[in-house]
């Protein structure tokens, strides 16, 4: 599948990506379960708008050294890479193509406004998936959370697939503690 979008406009606008193709992908974490991503393919080079990107979305995560940038618009949650942009769980995958629209426009939008924004290359990196775990219950729970383990519960907590919630263990008294350190490590408003 392809993707393009052309503007009648007067004068130039200045669009850092022109052509994308995008593709559902199934989640890794949990095959054949039904949760999908949208994996964007970029001809373009974007790591340019990362740090613009990075003062104007939501609960960022920033690695410059490997152009890696994550972080949610919207209520959607990106991954950012110098050619792609993944998007996090979607409810519908008939809405893809307009998924990938939406997230090409985001990009193409914040690079018209670049002059207006201060860049930010101030790099905020991800915990391990390990430490996450650490807090975790690991307690049976039937995986309620949607997940086959409470590893791949932090794995996708850490990438933004699920949210904190989603662990109604983490919702009890004696799990308080944990549920507090996981908002701060992860940095959960």
Not at 137 to 155: H, I, N, Q, V, Y
Request: net charge neutral; proline share 4%.
């Amino acid at each position: 599948m392809f993707g393009s979008k052309y503007y009648d406009t007067i004068g130039v606008m200045e669009r850092l990506i022109n052509t994308w193709r995008y593709k559902l992908v199934e989640d890794h974490h949990h095959p054949g379960n039904g949760r999908y991503g949208v994996l964007i393919a970029l001809s373009e080079d974007i790591s340019a708008v990362l740090p613009y990107l990075n003062s104007v979305l939501a609960d960022t995560y920033y690695d410059q050294e490997n152009r890696v940038l994550i972080g949610t618009s919207n209520g959607r949650r990106y991954a950012f890479r110098p050619n792609e942009i993944q998007v996090g769980a979607i409810a519908d995958t008939s809405k893809a193509s307009s998924i990938a629209s939406e997230a090409v426009e985001l990009v193409n939008h914040v690079w018209q406004e670049r002059e207006s924004v201060v860049p930010n290359s101030k790099e905020r990196k991800l915990p391990t998936i390990y430490a996450i775990f650490r807090l975790l219950p690991r307690a049976t729970c039937e995986k309620s959370c949607g997940c086959s383990s409470c590893l791949a519960f932090a794995a996708d907590l850490r990438n933004g697939r699920v949210r904190l919630e989603q662990c109604p263990l983490l919702s009890k008294p004696e799990y308080a503690d944990s549920k507090k350190q996981l908002t701060e490590m992860l940095s959960i408003d």
